[in-house]
Nanobody, 114 residues
């Protein structure tokens, strides 16, 4: 399984970005997919996750601002990020859990300027 994340960039506070994650196989619909992020000097943290049944969960810091979704036909997972804050600045990683194994994408940098 390979994951390719894209969509990062520089945005002003209050702006929006949409991250995309493309999976090399048809795993999106029936496995746990998630977005993590790692800010400089901090540990990697879970941002949002979506399960096979469609249930989602979010870090408290991004609730009501970020939305995770998926397109099963395209094997893609998205993270819509609105009302971005400087503290959202981080490298964002796409993640998949497939048959109890962890898979990570290469990361995409999101920089939010104040």
């Amino acid at each position: 399984v390979q994951l390719q994340a894209s969509g990062g960039g520089l945005v002003q506070a209050g702006g929006s970005l949409r991250l995309s994650c493309t999976a090399s196989r048809s795993i999106v619909s029936n496995n746990l997919m998630a977005w993590y992020r790692q800010a400089p000097g901090k540990q990697r943290e879970l941002v949002a996750a979506i399960r096979s049944g469609g249930n989602t969960n979010y870090a408290d810091s991004v609730k009501d601002r970020f939305t995770i979704s998926r397109d099963n036909a395209k094997n893609m997972v998205y993270l819509q990020m609105n009302s971005l804050k400087p503290e959202d600045t981080a490298v964002y990683y796409c993640y998949a859990e497939v048959f109890s194994r962890d898979y990570w994408g290469q990361g995409t940098l999101v920089t939010v300027s104040s």
